[in-house]
């Protein structure tokens, strides 16, 4: 089992930026795929960014792209989501999700992931 706490989130101004952070409980975390996905009330968990193990392929959603960064440091069992110029419209519970079944590829479907954490609050006000 692993378990995965997610930290970072919190109320910026649009235009503004905050930085995500995901701890992973075990050293196993480094051969997993990880992802951030978020979720409003009332949708569903939409996937954000992935980044497989060794960091040398990542994927963002169309939204996200040019604005978000992910990374990760597995010396630290750590995945970090960099957001820059954020805008209201991502607003949301951010979750950070471990695919124990892959390591070269962050799929974006949230049933491909087994592991999820608790999630964190991003607000942006306009």
């Known amino acids: 089992q692993v378990q995965l706490v997610e930290s970072g989130g919190g109320l910026v101004r649009a235009g503004g930026s905050l930085r995500l952070s995901c701890a992973a409980s075990?050293?196993?975390?480094?051969?997993?795929?990880m992802a951030w996905f978020r979720q409003t009330p009332g949708k569903e968990r939409d996937f954000v960014a992935g980044?497989?193990?060794?960091?040398?392929?990542?994927n963002y959603a169309d939204s996200v792209k040019g604005r978000f960064t992910i990374s990760r440091d597995n010396a630290k069992n750590t995945v970090y989501l960099q957001m820059n110029s954020l805008k209201p419209e991502d607003t949301a519970i951010y979750y950070c999700a471990a695919d124990r079944g892959s390591s070269w590829y962050a799929g974006t479907r949230e049933y491909e992931y087994d592991y999820w954490g608790q999630g964190t609050q991003v607000t942006v006000s306009s």
């Open positions: 980044i497989n193990w060794s960091h040398s392929n990542t």
């Open positions: 075990r050293r196993t975390f480094s051969s997993y795929a």
